[in-house]
């Protein structure tokens, strides 16, 4: 790290209404995917003569935006095209039309759908979230939906010098890990006020100490032909470092969060790190990104990138950007 430069990050969702939960449906065992001869009652894989332990299984993953942790459905409604499934005490479905299976409808050359809706508790609080869904495709396929998680095998902080992290990009379609990448490309990228940094194009990343001023976000992007498919993001930390730089927010109920009518005034600082003792930072470099990491124009600004002692976000702004994040620099070097 050079020790006259500190750098602070942060993200900030946008929020209509109450806490937002973001889910998708994964299916271990493949795909929900049937193949149908036309004139015949024959279907490949036939999911009732599959062992129990080899037939697809629906799961939920749900998670809270503002942090990112995994949290638990205390309440799950399942659906068959449309049909609320109800389940016995030996977990065989009893809806009438559907009990003990999922029924074959060889008249209808459709794709049909497994929803699943309920409630997770948070602070306390009872949450709905909304209804996630599956396709179950019989014959063709929808498409593929791709998604990209950064793993860290030592966590986000780098506490001793020398100590080094390394960092996992994972692409998921449809919810399943694709271990063979084929023609996809792995691009590797530091995010810092002046820019983007390419990194490499491996499929693990080492960070090491010397690496972050305070705090660096590190995205991976998975490209194919040419195109961004799917983009992760992930913030280091080295605690270690003897000056550290962090936001202080005001006028926001929840952090990470902006709700209607809320402005927020976002306020980098530097600090010894042993101490707690603020250093003084008479102006810092800013850089503004939207939820995809492009460069985001605040109202009133000409640029994403500009300097001052702090930033306004209105909820106009965030719910524009999706997700705001910003990347603050001091402007001078600190005197130690």
Request: hydrophobic share 40%.
């Amino acid at each position: 790290m050079n020790q006259n430069q500190v750098t602070a990050s942060l993200a900030i969702v946008a929020v209509s209404n109450g806490t937002t939960v973001n889910g998708y449906v994964r299916v271990d065992n493949g795909p929900l995917i049937q193949a149908w001869t036309k004139g015949s009652d024959k279907y490949t894989p036939d999911f009732e003569a599959l062992a129990e332990d080899k037939r697809p299984i629906v799961i939920v993953v749900l998670r809270d935006v503002s942090s990112g942790r995994i949290l638990i459905p205390s309440r799950l409604v399942f659906k068959y095209n449309g049909t609320e499934l109800a389940f016995g005490e030996d977990g065989l479905c009893t809806t009438e039309q559907f009990v003990g299976m999922f029924k074959r409808v060889t008249g209808y050359n459709v794709s049909v759908r497994i929803t699943v809706s309920g409630e997770v508790e948070i602070g306390g609080h009872t949450v709905s979230f909304n209804e996630l869904a599956t396709d179950v495709v019989i014959q063709e396929s929808s498409g593929k939906q791709y998604e990209l998680f950064i793993t860290s095998d030592k966590g986000t902080q780098i506490i001793n010098p020398s100590e080094v992290l390394t960092l996992k990009a994972s692409l998921y379609s449809g919810g399943d890990l694709i271990n063979d990448l084929g023609n996809i490309t792995l691009q590797w990228k530091k995010q810092l006020p002046s820019g983007e940094a390419n990194l490499g194009t491996q499929g693990t990343q080492n960070i090491a100490a010397n690496d972050i001023d305070g705090s660096l976000v590190v995205s991976c992007e998975a490209v194919q032909n040419a195109k961004v498919i799917a983009k992760g993001f992930i913030t280091v930390f080295d605690l270690s470092d003897p000056i550290l730089a962090a936001f202080k927010v005001k006028g926001l109920a929840s952090d990470g969060q902006i709700y209607p009518g809320e402005t927020g005034t976002l306020t980098p600082y530097a600090y010894k790190r042993q101490s707690g003792e603020e250093v003084a930072v008479a102006s810092w470099d800013f850089a503004t990104f939207d939820g995809e990491n492009n460069p985001f124009t605040l109202s009133g600004k000409d640029s994403n990138k500009f300097q001052g002692k702090d930033i306004a976000l209105t909820y106009t702004d965030a719910a524009r950007a999706k997700t705001f994040r910003v990347i603050a620099t001091n402007t001078n070097p600190i005197e130690l």
